[in-house]
């Protein structure tokens, strides 16, 4: 999965060039915005933009609470038969 800045570029990235492209029409319009749609699909692991918008934005929806999952066990004890390696 995409890192959620990552995600979250990208939709936006794709928003602005879809319209920017609409009201253009260049054809460096249309390479940007075929490149942006590629790395979005590629991105959420789907082939169709109305699909890797979905997905970006379900992840999106479920980040926060996995960044406050990630708060509330950082530091805490590895769990039993977690190797740890020590670093100098």
């Given at each position: 999965?995409?890192?959620?800045?990552?995600?979250r570029?990208?939709?936006?990235?794709?928003?602005?060039?879809?319209?920017?492209?609409?009201?253009?029409?260049?054809?460096?319009s249309?390479?940007?915005?075929?490149?942006?749609?590629?790395t979005l699909?590629?991105?959420?692991?789907?082939?169709?933009?109305?699909?890797?918008?979905a997905?970006?934005?379900?992840?999106?929806?479920t980040?926060?609470?996995?960044?406050?999952?990630?708060?509330r066990?950082?530091?805490?004890?590895?769990?039993?038969?977690?190797?740890?390696?020590?670093?100098a």
């Amino acid at each position: 999965m995409a890192h959620p800045a990552v995600l979250r570029d990208l939709v936006q990235r794709y928003e602005t060039l879809r319209t920017h492209h609409a009201e253009q029409g260049t054809d460096a319009s249309r390479r940007q915005l075929e490149d942006v749609t590629y790395t979005l699909c590629v991105s959420t692991g789907t082939r169709r933009p109305e699909d890797a918008l979905a997905v970006a934005r379900q992840q999106l929806a479920t980040a926060p609470r996995m960044a406050d999952a990630t708060r509330r066990t950082k530091g805490a004890a590895p769990a039993a038969g977690t190797e740890v390696q020590l670093t100098a």
